[in-house]
C-alpha cells in the first residue's frame, strides 16, 4: 500500500526495552477521585465514569522542554496513571469486556498528565460547548515511559504525587480512585471496541492547579518512571 506521504506513528517508550509502544487512541476519565470532584465543584459518589479524548499525536516523550502551549491563560496540571491495553482479549473482542478479561487486556502503566487549558474549558462549559481545544492540543497527554504489569506489581497500593518545580502539588494514591483499573476498562468497552494501542488515563487526585512558562513538571508513582516535562520560559 501506498501512501500520499509517509504517516506518523505516535509511540511510547517501554521501559527497559528497544521496541517502543504504538498509540491508537487516548481515553480520559474525568472525577474518578473524590477529593478532585469536590475541588473541582462535583459530587464524589460512585455515579457512572464520563470519559473524553485526546488525539493519539497529543503524546510526548518524557524528559522534553515542551513549547507553552497557546490560547491560554490558566493551563493546568493533572497528574494521572496511565494504562496501555494490549493482548488476545483486545484482539478477538475488544467490546464487552468482564472484569477478567478487562484485568488481562493491561499490557502495563505509567505517569501521564493530562494538561488543561482551563479557561477554555471553563468557556465551553458555559456555552455548552465540545472541550476539544480545552484538552486535545498538541503535547497535552506526555507519558513516562511504560512499565510492563509484571514489573510493576500491585498498583492499586501505589502513592501518585505531582511537584512543580520542586513544590509537591498533588498528592493520593491508587487505592483512592472511585472506579478501579478493570472496572474503568470494562466500561469503556461498553462504549468502543478496545483495540491494542489504546491507553488511558484514568484521573487525577486533588491540587490541580496552574503552570506557566518556565515551570519543571515531575509526576510520580511508586516503581514507574518518573515523568519530567519542562515549559520553555517566555522569550
Known amino acids: 500500500m501506498k501512501y500520499l506521504f509517509d504517516p506518523a506513528i505516535p ?6 526495552q528497544a521496541t517502543r509502544f504504538p498509540v491508537n487512541r487516548i481515553y480520559c476519565v474525568g472525577r474518578n477521585y473524590a477529593a478532585h470532584a469536590r475541588e473541582m465543584g462535583g459530587s464524589p459518589e460512585r455515579e457512572s465514569p464520563f470519559f473524553f479524548s485526546k488525539p493519539a499525536n497529543a503524546v510526548t516523550d518524557n524528559g522534553v522542554t515542551l513549547p507553552f502551549p497557546s490560547r491560554t491563560q490558566d493551563l493546568h496540571h493533572e497528574v494521572e496513571l496511565v494504562v496501555a491495553l494490549s493482548g488476545e482479549a483486545l484482539a ?9 478479561e478487562a484485568t488481562a487486556a493491561i499490557y502495563g502503566y505509567a505517569v501521564g498528565i493530562d494538561f488543561t487549558r482551563r479557561d477554555l474549558q471553563a468557556e465551553a462549559k458555559e456555552k455548552s460547548r465540545p472541550w476539544d481545544t480545552a484538552k486535545g492540543f498538541d503535547n497535552s497527554a506526555p507519558v513516562s515511559g511504560i512499565t510492563p504489569v509484571a514489573q510493576a506489581g500491585e498498583i492499586a497500593a501505589a502513592n ?7 513544590e509537591l502539588r498533588q498528592q493520593g494514591m491508587i487505592s483512592d480512585l472511585i472506579w ?5 476498562i470494562a466500561e469503556l468497552s461498553t462504549y468502543y471496541r478496545l483495540c491494542p494501542g489504546d491507553v488511558i488515563f484514568t484521573g487525577t487526585p486533588a491540587g490541580v492547579s496552574a503552570v506557566v512558562p518556565g515551570d519543571i513538571m515531575e509526576g510520580r508513582v511508586d516503581k514507574l518512571e518518573t515523568l519530567k516535562i519542562g515549559f520553555s520560559p517566555r522569550v
Open 92 to 100: 478477538a473482542k475488544g467490546q464487552e469486556l468482564s472484569l477478567e
Open 11 to 16: 509511540s511510547v517508550a517501554i521501559v527497559g
Open 160 to 166: 501518585i504525587s505531582l511537584h512543580v518545580n520542586g
Open 180 to 184: 478501579s483499573i478493570p472496572e474503568l
